[in-house]
């Protein structure tokens, strides 16, 4: 919650768009569907962030949302879009 109340924050030139990821949350295959309590947590804490400025480093991006909102557990930048 913390991370997507950050949504239009600026963030390098652009504001930020933080949504919950509806791939974590609602996958179309049923078969990856969080099976344990510890997977339902971290479908819970999936965002899916976008508008984030290119010349920020992957670093920058993930100490920004470690430094508000607790430890980045894990990160994945989708390049060429």
Avoid: W
């Avoid at 996958?27 to 969080?34: A, E, H, K, S, W």
């Avoid at 971290?42 to 899916?48: E, L």
């Avoid at 980045?72 to 879009?81: A, D, K, Y």
């Amino acid at each position: 919650r913390a991370a997507v109340s950050l949504s239009g924050t600026m963030l390098g030139y652009y504001p930020l768009r933080v949504l919950p990821s509806k791939t974590a949350i609602a996958p179309v295959n049923p078969t990856f569907l969080p099976r344990s309590e510890d997977e339902r947590e971290m479908c819970s804490r999936t965002i899916y962030c976008t508008n984030i400025d290119k010349k920020l480093t992957q670093a920058d991006v993930k100490h920004f949302f470690e430094s508000i909102c607790g430890e980045v557990c894990s990160f994945f930048v989708e390049l060429g879009l």
